[in-house]
């Protein structure tokens, strides 16, 4: 069975950094690329950042560009995703997912003071 | 980028009865390797998305043989031929052919 599962979430003030992890298990992970999408409360999904299975190439929504970095350690089977200069509207449930067919549960990040 | 626009936006259905949502995209989803890279998902309420068609058509193991998926270039559709009470929840349409991938701004599926 595909499990992906994320943590690192949580509250962080504006301008703060967050790193986010995802824990892959049941596929060959470096097969994959993999992805991030995140939910703001009440809204849509948004996809955020995409990398390929050998980490070489990345990808990002204008919104994050310059802000957020994806990452994986293959021998690890585990995806991350380093927030910087977070702001409010960075406010989320990110997911990680294996375009189309496996999506973690999500952790909720918050950028408040 | 690609923007994807759902039709309708609310689906008011009754139970038993069919219910179609229709998504269209802004340039042609058909990718350079010649698949086209249309996916549907649907969310119940506090849960996670949960992936239902991919590739216009293609059902994954598990989705109940009552959604179907069809469609060609920039014009698709999900169908659902007879609700019922658990199919409840937002359903998007999602392109994976072009960088940056782009949603549908999603589907309410409610109960009449």
């Known amino acids: 069975e595909v499990q992906l599962l994320e943590s690192g979430g949580g509250l962080v003030q504006p301008g703060g950094s967050l790193r986010l992890s995802c824990a892959a298990s049941?596929?060959?992970?470096?097969?994959?690329?993999m992805n991030w999408v995140r939910q703001a409360p009440g809204k849509g999904l948004e996809w955020v950042s995409g990398?390929?299975?050998?980490?070489?190439?990345?990808n990002y929504a204008d919104s994050v560009k310059g802000r957020f970095t994806i990452s994986r350690d293959n021998s690890k089977n585990t995806l991350y995703l380093q927030m910087n200069s977070l702001r409010a509207e960075d406010t989320a449930v990110y997911y990680c997912?294996?375009?189309?067919?496996?999506w973690g549960q999500g952790t909720l990040v918050t950028v408040s003071s | 980028d690609i923007v994807m626009t759902q039709t309708p936006l609310s689906s008011p259905v009754t139970l038993g009865q069919p219910a179609s949502i229709s998504c269209r995209s802004s340039?042609?989803?058909?990718?350079?390797?010649?698949?086209?890279?249309l996916s549907w998902l649907q969310q119940r309420p506090g849960q996670p998305p949960r992936p239902l068609i991919y590739?216009?058509?293609n059902r994954f193991s598990g989705v109940p043989d009552r959604f179907s998926g069809s469609g060609a270039g920039t014009d698709f559709t999900l169908k659902i031929s007879r609700v019922e009470a658990e199919d409840v929840g937002v359903y998007y349409c999602?392109?994976?052919?072009?960088?940056?991938?782009?949603f549908g701004q999603g589907t309410k599926l409610e109960i009449k």
């Open positions: 997912a294996k375009f189309s067919q496996y």
């Open positions: 049941g596929i060959t992970f470096s097969s994959y690329g």
């Open positions: 990398i390929s299975g050998t980490g070489g190439n990345t």
């Open positions: 340039q042609s989803l058909v990718h350079s390797d010649g698949n086209t890279y």
């Open positions: 590739k216009i058509s």
């Open positions: 999602m392109q994976v052919t072009q960088f940056p991938y782009t």
